[in-house]
């Protein structure tokens, strides 16, 4: 497998271990000691202490960029599009998703925290552009 199909595993595992770390962690402790029902969780409003809020939400960001991410990974390999800047650009994604997700979930959102959750988010953006611009251009000097 390329760097980028095993940074987007990466990615959809992450998803995944944040949602058990936190929605789950939260929700199955409440319902195994009797605090809550299974059935008791509402989807919006999301309540609950503020690290489970921002788990949902962090999770739910996650949900929000896998697929382009997925998008973008799909196209370099059927584009055959390979090189290093494209290895490190994809473990930047992820890199930055974790570290993002992190900022998100361990922090109060105060204002410099924010800051920094945006500064990850922005390199993400930044990243999937770069890799957009590296397939289009790769494309174009094919044909």
Same mark, same amino acid.
């Given at each position: 497998?390329?760097?980028?199909? =095993? ?6 595992? %992450? ?10 962690? *939260? @929700? =199955? ?9 299974? #059935?008791? &969780?509402q989807a919006?409003?999301? $309540?609950?202490?503020?690290? *489970? #809020?921002?788990?949902?939400? +962090? ?6 960029? /896998?697929? !382009? &991410? +997925? +998008? ?12 290093? /800047? !494209? $290895?490190? /650009?994809?473990?930047?994604?992820? !890199?930055? @998703? ?16 924010? &800051?920094?959750?945006? +500064? ?9 552009? %770069? ?6 251009a790769t ?5």
């Open positions: 497998m390329t760097q980028p199909v =095993w940074m987007l595993l990466a990615f959809a595992a %992450w998803t995944l271990v944040l949602l058990m770390a936190t929605v789950g962690v *939260y @929700r =199955w402790s409440r319902i195994l000691t009797g605090r809550a029902e299974i #059935q008791s &969780f919006d409003p999301v $309540d609950g202490s503020g690290w *489970y #809020q921002r788990g949902t939400r +962090a999770h739910a960001n996650c949900l929000e960029s /896998l697929p !382009v &991410f +997925a +998008a973008i990974v799909l196209a370099l390999e059927v584009g055959n599009v390979r090189s290093s /800047l !494209v $290895d490190a /650009l994809a473990t930047a994604v992820v !890199v930055a @998703r974790v570290l993002q997700s992190l900022t998100h979930v361990a922090f109060v959102q105060t204002k410099p925290v924010v &800051f920094v959750r945006f +500064a990850f988010f922005s390199v993400q953006i930044a990243a999937f552009l %770069w890799l957009i611009g590296i397939i289009v494309h174009v000097a094919r044909t």
